[in-house]
């Protein structure tokens, strides 16, 4: 695990300088590479093959340089091929495979990993460099492209070290994000700063060039719900284990759910003694410790309990320092917080992402399967709740979803939107904010379809996996993400959406895999999700601290009245409480990148 920098350029101490803000990605060393006007640099968190001085990574005669960011799984089965193929090796590091790969496929090479990553290679023949995020989303990859100029990097933060970059808001990513929490395809809220769409390369040469070398096909197979329960338990299983790889101390976080508890069966299965870590709150609300604590004595874990009773206000910069961008989700405090202390024993931990987005653990996936049959319903009735001048925020959201279900977008933006035109319009101080991206396409194959693939194609690498990388790194810890095994994830989209979820149960399938793994009591457990005192914390002091924030910044965008009338009105709806969150990661974003 690292993190990876560069340009299409020579400034040995720009490379630097992009060195020491992504220290706390890989501690352990400094690499980096520059000639013909390129520099490449990374920094190194060791996990497989421990010594110092194998990155950048080259092929036999050093026409391919490599630097790299995650892990590849399935590496020793890919050297057998490449060696017999006349490939030949010189370390054990994972990373040994990609200029041999890509020697041998090309361009295509990162359909044969089965892993996480984010790669640069220069190809020092052809004068190119090569970009290459994984599949899934599980590490970022960050590009500026100025002026027939690229620069890359793990981080955004690293990008701004550079002086001609003269930083503005994406207008249209504001209104992405205060709508979704997230930003949208590979817009942030830096001007020209993108970030790299999963399963896709760029190639630069002078002229930029992106590709697609993976898809998700999301057409149902036949099976019986016995017969996917029974493919998913297998690939599930074969995906710990080969997520066990490491040189270092390894262990995982678990909540007592469904996804994370399977997880910590599966690895004490396979290994020895599993270390396990869990956030409590005092508030019993929002504690889970008790579930956790099952799991880990039925599994004899080395468990550790992480407490998170902490003043907020504190730890909040910390937080949006290593975000870079805006992310509306509360967790990234606790999550931060538990990185810190998960450091002081272990340097890899696996955790449960991914699972409710492949197989429908959301509620809104119940909630919204159950409106759609509404839709018949003509629709001067189903507007008749919108015109009843209702007061409270969620019924008012309600009204909305009933009303726009003519329309599969209109519809999810309804029930899942921050704030919706009406409240945006209330909020912007000028009338004329650009929208954000549309997600029309994403419902062409249908209205559950689409909000599948909203959830695995924009949220879970947008919101989800950019929260966990950013979070963990930043305690130069390597998260790693089971579920997200390519082959779990292309079986978990073809089961027919009647084995995930009705009316009255989520995660069917998941349930019906993981039956005798777990524990009983957490199998037949209600779905709580990763809740935190935001209403607390709150009061205790981020409102305060939002007020002053929004004193004492010069940001022109949102108008001061409406954010004190959300700030004063969190008691009424959680629709108020998760608009309070995302001005508050907003405006604190602005005041530490953009003042």
């Avoid at 108008?559 to 309070?580: E, G, M, P, T, V």
Wanted: charged share 25%; proline share 4%; with cysteine.
């Amino acid at each position: 695990m690292c993190g990876i920098f560069g340009f299409s350029w020579e400034d040995k101490a720009l490379l630097e300088r992009m060195s020491r803000v992504l220290f706390h990605r890989g501690p352990d060393e400094f690499a980096s590479y520059g000639d013909k006007g390129i520099s490449l640099g990374m920094r190194r968190l060791a996990i497989i093959d421990l010594k110092k001085g194998l990155y950048p990574i080259t092929n036999e005669n050093g026409t391919i340089q490599v630097i790299f960011n995650g892990e590849i799984y399935n590496y020793q089965e890919l050297k057998k091929d490449l060696e017999a193929r006349g490939h030949r090796f010189t370390t054990s590091c994972d990373a040994e495979v990609i200029p041999h790969a890509y020697e041998e496929y090309g361009d295509n090479f990162p359909n044969k990993f089965n892993g996480m990553f984010a790669i640069a290679l220069y190809d020092i023949a052809k004068n190119r460099i090569l970009l290459v995020r994984d599949k899934l989303g599980e590490k970022p990859l960050y590009y500026l492209l100025d002026k027939n100029r690229l620069a890359f990097a793990s981080e955004i933060k690293c990008l701004l070290e550079i002086p001609e970059y003269t930083k503005s808001i994406d207008r249209p990513a504001l209104d992405s994000y205060l709508t979704h929490r997230y930003t949208l395809g590979t817009s942030t809220l830096f001007q020209n700063i993108k970030r790299m769409s999963p399963g896709t390369t760029l190639a630069f040469d002078g002229n930029i060039k992106i590709t697609r070398y993976w898809n998700l096909d999301y057409k149902e197979n036949t099976n019986t719900l016995s017969q996917n329960a029974g493919i998913l338990r297998y690939l599930l299983e074969d995906s710990v284990k080969m997520r066990l790889m490491s040189d270092v101390p390894l262990g995982a976080y678990l909540s007592g759910g469904l996804d994370s508890s399977a997880i910590v069966a599966l690895m004490a299965k396979h290994s020895d003694k599993v270390n396990t870590f869990n956030v409590s709150f005092s508030d019993s609300d929002f504690d889970e410790s008790k579930y956790a604590r099952i799991v880990a004595e039925r599994f004899s874990t080395n468990h550790t309990q992480i407490n998170v009773d902490i003043d907020a206000t504190k730890v909040l910069p910390e937080v949006i320092w290593h975000l870079d961008e805006p992310i509306a989700d509360a967790a990234t405090i606790p999550t931060y917080l538990m990185s810190k202390e998960t450091r002081k024993k272990v340097t890899v931990v696996l955790s449960g992402e991914g699972s409710d987005e492949l197989f429908g653990g959301y509620e809104r996936f119940r909630h919204l399967g159950f409106a759609y049959n509404f839709r018949h319903i003509p629709t001067k009735i189903r507007e008749l709740p919108k015109n009843m001048n209702l007061k409270d925020k969620t019924l008012v959201r309600g009204s909305e979803l009933l009303s726009n279900l003519h329309d599969d977008e209109k519809a999810y933006i309804s029930y899942y939107s921050v704030f919706d035109d009406k409240e945006k319009k209330e909020l912007y101080m000028h009338s004329d904010t650009p929208k954000s991206a549309t997600l029309v396409g994403y419902f062409k194959e249908g209205f559950l379809t689409g909000i599948q693939k909203i959830d695995i194609e924009e949220r879970l690498p947008n919101n989800m996996l950019l929260k966990g990388d950013k979070m963990t790194m930043a305690a130069s810890i390597e998260g790693r993400v089971p579920f997200l095994d390519p082959r779990l994830a292309e079986h978990g989209v073809s089961i027919p959406f009647g084995q995930k979820a009705s009316l009255t149960q989520e995660k069917i399938v998941y349930r019906e895999a993981v039956k005798g793994l777990i524990p009983k009591e957490i199998l037949s457990r209600k779905k709580q999700g990763f809740s935190v005192p935001t209403e607390k914390w709150a009061k205790d002091g981020l409102i305060d601290r939002l007020q002053e924030t929004i004193k004492d910044t010069s940001e022109p965008f949102l108008k001061k009245d409406a954010i004190s009338h959300i700030c004063n009105n969190l008691h009424k709806s959680i629709y108020y409480r998760r608009q309070f969150w995302a001005v508050l990661m907003y405006e604190e974003w602005y005041s530490k990148f953009m003042q």
